[in-house]
């Protein structure tokens, strides 16, 4: 079992910035792939970004390539995601997420991870 626990939400005006991070802890964090995905109300969630477990390919969701980046500590068993830019349609709340080892591929489903954290909102006034 991991448990994922993600800090750094909060209320941030149009063009800000926010550092998003997810705490590993539990079974031992290697070989997880890890991924953010985000819900805003009365929207289904949506896929964001997501790393393998060597940091070293990632992939991003058209709608914030090129304003957000993941990146990871493994030594710490922290996934970090930097939102630059901020648009009023980034509020949500945002989700971290672990996928078991594996070949890396780009999850973008839901249902190809296999824990989750309890979220952290992201409010973005105009």
């Known amino acids: 079992q991991v448990q994922l626990v993600e800090s750094g939400g909060g209320l941030v005006q149009a063009g800000g910035s926010l550092r998003l991070s997810c705490a590993a802890s539990?079974?031992?964090?290697?070989?997880?792939?890890m991924g953010w995905f985000r819900q805003a109300p009365g929207k289904e969630r949506e896929f964001v970004t997501t790393?393998?477990?060597?940091?070293?390919?990632?992939y991003y969701a058209d709608s914030v390539k090129g304003r957000f980046t993941i990146s990871r500590d493994n030594a710490k068993n922290t996934v970090y995601l930097q939102m630059n830019s901020l648009k009023p349609e980034d509020t949500a709340v945002y989700y971290c997420?672990?996928?078991?080892?594996?070949?890396?591929?780009?999850?973008?489903?839901?249902?190809?991870?296999?824990?989750w954290g309890q979220g952290t909102q992201v409010t973005v006034s105009s």
């Open positions: 997420a672990a996928r078991r080892p594996g070949s890396w591929y780009p999850a973008t489903r839901s249902r190809e991870y296999d824990y």
């Open positions: 539990g079974r031992t964090f290697s070989g997880y792939a």
């Open positions: 790393i393998s477990w060597s940091g070293d390919s990632t």
